[in-house]
């Protein structure tokens, strides 16, 4: 008699753990640069970003916008949580190469 319960919860977990699952945008640094240098994201939702650093040194991704700052290893990647955001722009850097390093995210309201 539990079993058919235990199943149905694991069941009902499964689907309303998918219908709150977060969007996903990804930032690339290369070079010392993010790609893309402006990313746009609607207002009042949160998402995940992953940043991905294919250079061969570290990157610190540092936002006083949006209190972030996490070093992501040469050849690594880390993932945040980010938002909800109220609509405008948001700017963020490299910490270790701040001038070539550097970019926005811009929450767009629907």
Same mark, same amino acid.
């Given at each position: 008699?539990?079993?058919?319960?235990?199943?149905?919860?694991?069941?009902?977990?499964?689907?309303?753990?998918?219908?709150?699952?977060?969007?996903?945008? =990804?930032?690339?640094?290369?070079?010392?640069?993010?790609?893309?240098? %402006?990313? $746009? !994201? +609607?207002? &009042?939702?949160?998402?995940? #970003?992953?940043?991905?650093?294919?250079?061969? =040194?570290?990157?610190?991704?540092?936002?006083?916008?949006?209190?972030? %700052?996490? $070093? !992501? +290893?040469? &050849?690594?990647?880390?993932? #945040?949580?980010?938002?909800?955001?109220?609509?405008?722009?948001?700017?963020?850097?490299?910490?270790?190469?701040?001038?070539?390093?550097?970019?926005?995210?811009?929450?767009?309201?629907?």
């Amino acid at each position: 008699m539990r079993l058919p319960l235990l199943i149905a919860a694991g069941l009902f977990a499964l689907t309303s753990g998918a219908a709150l699952a977060e969007t996903s945008y =990804t930032l690339t640094i290369k070079d010392h640069r993010f790609d893309p240098a %402006e990313l $746009v !994201v +609607p207002a &009042g939702e949160k998402f995940q #970003l992953k940043v991905v650093n294919q250079d061969r =040194t570290p990157e610190e991704f540092e936002s006083k916008d949006l209190h972030r %700052e996490k $070093v !992501v +290893p040469g &050849g690594g990647q880390i993932t #945040l949580t980010i938002g909800p955001l109220k609509p405008g722009k948001y700017e963020y850097f490299g910490e270790f190469n701040p001038t070539t390093a550097r970019g926005s995210i811009v929450a767009q309201a629907k």
